[in-house]
C-alpha cells in the first residue's frame, strides 16, 4: 500500500484566499484524523472520521475550517477564508479497529501551509 | 498544564549511549503512543502499549499505568536516532492528545 497520501505538499497562498486540503487514507482504514502542527502548539488534533461520519469536531479553530469525507478513500480540509496564524503544517492520518482493539495511526507527509 | 508532559525536551548524546526520554500524563487513557519525527517533517508510529513493555530493534518502550508514567529508551544509540519524539495518549475512543515532544540529537 502506498500510505496516507496528501496533496498538496505545500501550499502558498494569500491572506482571504480559501486552501483546500487532501487526504487519502489507507485502504481498508475506517477512522481519519486531521492534525495540525506548529510551533507554538505542537501537534493537536483538528477532527476525526468513523466510517465518513465526523465523531469529534472539537479541535477545529473556528467556523473558517470546515472537513468533509464524502467516501472511504477521500477527505478535505477547506480554510476559507485564511488567515496568516493558519501558517502550519497539516497532518492527514488514519488506522483501524480489528478485534475490538485500536491500532496504530498511519500519518501522512503533511502539507506545509503558508498564509501571507 | 499540559495533559501530557515530556522530558528532557532537548536531549544531546554521543554516539553509543543509552537515552531515556520520559512521559507524564495526567487523564485517563486506553493507549500510549510514541511517535517519531524525523527533521524532513515525517512522523512514524514506533509503539502504542496500554501495559508492560514491548521491544523493537533497539528501541524499548515501558508504561506504568499506576503512575501514569511512560519511557521510551533507545540502546546503543546512532546518529539517525537524531529526531524529535513524541509521546501521545488516546482518550476515548481514538482521539489523541499529544506531548511537546522531545529533540534528540545523538553526535557522532
Known amino acids: 500500500d502506498a500510505g496516507v497520501i496528501q496533496s498538496p505538499r505545500h501550499e502558498v497562498t494569500e491572506m482571504g484566499q480559501e486552501v483546500t486540503l487532501r487526504c487519502k487514507p489507507i485502504?481498508?482504514?475506517?477512522?481519519l484524523f486531521w492534525y495540525r502542527q506548529t510551533m507554538m502548539r505542537g501537534l493537536e488534533l483538528l477532527i476525526y472520521?468513523?466510517?465518513?461520519?465526523?465523531?469529534?469536531d472539537s479541535g477545529m479553530p473556528e467556523d473558517r475550517f470546515s472537513a468533509k469525507m464524502p467516501n472511504a478513500s477521500f477527505s478535505t480540509l477547506k480554510i476559507q477564508p485564511s488567515e496568516p496564524r493558519d501558517s502550519a503544517v497539516y497532518f492527514c492520518?488514519?488506522?483501524?479497529?480489528?478485534?475490538?482493539?485500536?491500532?496504530?495511526?498511519?500519518f501522512g507527509p503533511g502539507t506545509r501551509l503558508t498564509v501571507l | 498544564k499540559n495533559e501530557v508532559e515530556q522530558s528532557p525536551q532537548n536531549l544531546t548524546a554521543q554516539e553509543g549511549e543509552f537515552i531515556t526520554i520520559n512521559c507524564s500524563y495526567s487523564?485517563?487513557?486506553?493507549?500510549l503512543h510514541w511517535l517519531q519525527q524525523h527533521p524532513g517533517g515525517g512522523i512514524v508510529s514506533l509503539f502504542m502499549?496500554?501495559?508492560g513493555k514491548k521491544k523493537h530493534g533497539r528501541l524499548i518502550a515501558t508504561i506504568n499505568i499506576q503512575e501514569k508514567h511512560s519511557s521510551l529508551h533507545i540502546t546503543a544509540s546512532h546518529p539517525r536516532d537524531s529526531a524529535v519524539y513524541i509521546c501521545?495518549?488516546?482518550?476515548?475512543?481514538?482521539?489523541?492528545?499529544f506531548g511537546q515532544g522531545t529533540r534528540l540529537t545523538i553526535n557522532p
Open positions: 492520518a488514519s488506522s483501524r479497529l480489528a478485534g475490538g482493539a485500536y491500532n496504530e495511526q498511519f
Open positions: 485502504s481498508g482504514h475506517d477512522y
Open positions: 472520521f468513523n466510517n465518513n461520519v465526523p465523531i469529534d
Open positions: 487523564v485517563g487513557i486506553s493507549a
Open positions: 502499549l496500554s501495559s
Open positions: 501521545a495518549v488516546t482518550q476515548g475512543a481514538q482521539k489523541l492528545v
